[in-house]
């Protein structure tokens, strides 16, 4: 069954890429290296659009870090969101240098006049602003009210900041409201996309490592993104950024909102394994991680129910005594050799591929 994903939200650019108002969640993540060391953001840069992210935020903790953005900007091919906190010079220097969105809240930046000259440097070079909301830092006439960071707390924070910008005229607006309770986080999504007509960035924050980090975020992620709710997201983990970027484009394809990804459908084995399928389905998922078309691969261990179950494959390769059955669709198309299947098969994945992205 499709899924019914929330398009009414008002849409914007970040760079060439539109967020909000579509059928997409886009994938964005962060680096993590000095962003005064450009030579190493950019190579990081580099290895996460290769993965598939879509949109890269890199940390402005201090003037070394704004003063690279332009040089960070030059070299790289996916748009830049450069985050920044309270500071509204390091903003204004973010966007001067070429930012194509901004992470900062309104109602952090000071007086008025400080407020105004960083919505109207937004305003001229036409970049939204991410208003982050987060749990763990509530301001404080919210949590005197509530108590304790609720969902209502955090929407609640959420316009706060969003008026301060309406006032000013400004609408290309994302929020984010990140916690790392993930039945925190879900419902202040849920209670945000009732009231916040912006696109909302999805996010489980500090949701711990690789393993355990993964399933966190897939398990809140996946049930904000069940209801139709986010128009970006990231995975936020305790890993090499490039994971995050991998578990976010998994998550995406579960529930059919990735257009640029390959799915591998394997079998759990059995005792009628015919082949060295757990190697096979690892070497193979490892091959269509840089496919850039929605095709379906399946890798079985044997042909008594394969090719039949995996129907839904584009193509795929099913154990056979010393061979391999090629199938296409449900239907067996020939039979490969063991020793030379795997490479048979990304044969056949590339000729697949290429046909989805000419149609
Ligand atoms: Fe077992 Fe074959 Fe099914 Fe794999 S495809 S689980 S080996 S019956």
């Known amino acids: 069954m499709a899924l019914i994903h929330r398009k009414n939200t008002r849409p914007l650019k970040v760079g060439n890429v539109m967020v909000g108002g579509k059928d997409e969640v886009v994938i964005q993540s962060m680096t993590t290296t000095k962003t005064h060391d450009v030579d190493a953001t950019v190579k990081e840069i580099e290895r996460l659009e290769e993965a598939g992210c879509q949109i890269v935020r890199v940390a402005c903790p201090d003037e070394r870090a704004a003063n690279a953005i332009p040089e960070i900007k030059k070299r790289i091919n996916i748009p830049l969101v450069v985050d920044i906190h309270f500071n509204y010079k390091l903003a204004l220097k973010a966007i001067e240098g070429g930012a194509d969105k901004i992470r900062i809240n309104p109602g952090n930046i000071g007086k008025r006049d400080k407020v105004e000259a960083v919505v109207n440097a937004a305003k001229d070079k036409g970049i939204p602003i991410r208003i982050g909301v987060n749990a763990g830092s509530l301001?404080?006439?919210?949590?005197?009210?509530?108590?304790?960071?609720?969902?209502?707390?955090?929407?609640?924070?959420?316009?706060?900041?969003?008026?301060?910008?309406?006032?000013?005229?400004?609408?290309?607006?994302?929020?984010?409201?990140?916690?790392?309770?993930?039945?925190?986080?879900?419902?202040?999504?849920?209670?945000?996309?009732?009231?916040?007509?912006?696109?909302?960035?999805?996010?489980?924050?500090?949701?711990?490592?690789?393993?355990?980090?993964?399933?966190?975020?897939?398990?809140?992620?996946?049930?904000?993104?069940?209801?139709?709710?986010?128009?970006?997201?990231?995975?936020?983990?305790?890993?090499?950024?490039?994971?995050?970027?991998?578990?976010?484009?998994?998550?995406?394809?579960?529930?059919?909102?990735?257009?640029?990804?390959?799915?591998?459908?394997?079998?759990?084995?059995?005792?009628?394994?015919?082949?060295?399928?757990?190697?096979?389905?690892?070497?193979?998922?490892?091959?269509?991680?840089?496919?850039?078309?929605?095709?379906?691969?399946?890798?079985?261990?044997?042909?008594?129910?394969?090719?039949?179950?995996?129907?839904?494959?584009?193509?795929?390769?099913?154990?056979?005594?010393?061979?391999?059955?090629?199938?296409?669709?449900?239907?067996?198309?020939?039979?490969?050799?063991?020793?030379?299947?795997?490479?048979?098969l990304k044969v056949e994945v590339d000729k697949i591929a290429e046909e989805y992205i000419q149609k």
């Open 139 to 344: 301001e404080r006439h919210i949590l005197e009210k509530y108590g304790y960071p609720t969902a209502d707390g955090m929407v609640e924070s959420a316009l706060h900041h969003i008026k301060i910008l309406e006032d000013l005229d400004f609408h290309d607006i994302v929020v984010s409201l990140k916690a790392s309770d993930v039945k925190l986080a879900i419902e202040a999504y849920e209670k945000a996309a009732e009231v916040i007509p912006y696109p909302l960035h999805l996010g489980i924050t500090e949701s711990g490592t690789l393993f355990a980090g993964s399933i966190k975020s897939a398990a809140g992620m996946g049930a904000i993104l069940s209801k139709g709710i986010g128009s970006t997201m990231r995975i936020s983990l305790s890993a090499d950024p490039v994971e995050e970027v991998k578990v976010a484009k998994e998550l995406l394809k579960t529930f059919g909102l990735a257009s640029n990804a390959a799915t591998l459908i394997s079998c759990p084995t059995c005792g009628r394994i015919e082949i060295d399928l757990i190697k096979i389905a690892n070497e193979v998922e490892e091959y269509i991680s840089t496919i850039k078309a929605p095709i379906k691969v399946a890798v079985l261990g044997c042909a008594v129910n394969g090719p039949g179950e995996a129907r839904e494959a584009d193509i795929g390769i099913a154990g056979a005594r010393g061979e391999g059955l090629l199938f296409r669709h449900g239907e067996i198309i020939r039979k490969v050799p063991e020793d030379t299947m795997v490479e048979e």
